[in-house]
C-alpha cells in the first residue's frame, strides 16, 4: 500500500463516520420534531 493509497482509505473511512454521524443526527432531529408536533 502506497502513502497516498493510505491517505485515501484514511480519508474514506473519516467520510463515512462524518456521514454516519450526520445521518444520526437527522434521525434525531426528526425524531424531536416529530413528537412536537411540528413535522409534515
Given at each position: 500500500?502506497?502513502?497516498?493509497?493510505?491517505?485515501?482509505?484514511?480519508?474514506?473511512?473519516?467520510?463515512?463516520?462524518?456521514?454516519?454521524?450526520?445521518?444520526?443526527?437527522?434521525?434525531?432531529?426528526?425524531?424531536v420534531?416529530?413528537?412536537?408536533?411540528?413535522?409534515?
Amino acid at each position: 500500500m502506497t502513502a497516498e493509497q493510505a491517505r485515501q482509505a484514511l480519508f474514506q473511512r473519516k467520510a463515512n463516520d462524518e456521514m454516519e454521524a450526520w445521518v444520526q443526527e437527522i434521525r434525531s432531529q426528526a425524531f424531536v420534531d416529530e413528537r412536537l408536533g411540528s413535522g409534515s
